[in-house]
């Protein structure tokens, strides 16, 4: 089997040293990744300058082809596609990411964006990230369970439009409670810039974002994250809100000059 990994934290972060090392025993795992740190970058695709791939040593030796890109997350994998991995990957995993991606962050995330880049090549994908954005934070049990993760995601057929986005406390095995099959929370986020002043006595602002949970139901992946799950959300592409369509159109087809 050939792997994809990514992220968006960066080729020198630990979490993808991590996710790479925990799937090397299942084939192949070629490191296509930003050269430098591109959280929250989303869907964003550079188009003002050219896109370089650095062929890098990686940390782990196992992985015998890493490219390092000056580009998003979704730069990477499209690139990786489209001409650095040749032939095609079976499966796109991204992560593990520095920080959870739970309820409306992953329309932010650079990990969850890279995984869905994949899955609108018809490849299966998987975004990855640790729920927490301590340094240090506790792999092991992340390290325990990614592998087992995907051999066992991949034992069915390919849902087309959909990718896995999966949470995993940042806590050793023996205190991970189970796997959770969870929907896509909601969080508010409040008032969330600070505002200070720079030397010259101008305001600047940083977002600092506490999110309130709006949802507690149990099955959320935030709730299951907090109460020490795995959360695993199949998350699609396609963002039509089918409910809607026959009262959007009676509102609007019969609307004329
Ligand atoms: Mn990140």
Redesign the pocket.
Known sequence: MRILVS???GIQARGIAALSEALLPLGEVIVVAPNR?R??ASHSLTLEHPLRAALVPFFIPGVKLAFAVNGTPSDCVKLALSSLVKPAPDIVVTGI???ANLAVDVFY???VAGAFEGVFQGIPSIAFSLASYEEQADLSGARFWMRRLVERLLQFPAVPNILFNINIPALPPEQIQGIKVTRQGKVRYGDSYDRRDDPHGRPYYWLKGEPEIIDKAPDTDIVAVQSGFISVTPIRAELTDDASLKSTRSLLEGLSR
């Open positions: 992220n968006d934290d740190e959280s929250a990411n520095r920080g995330s650079g990990t």
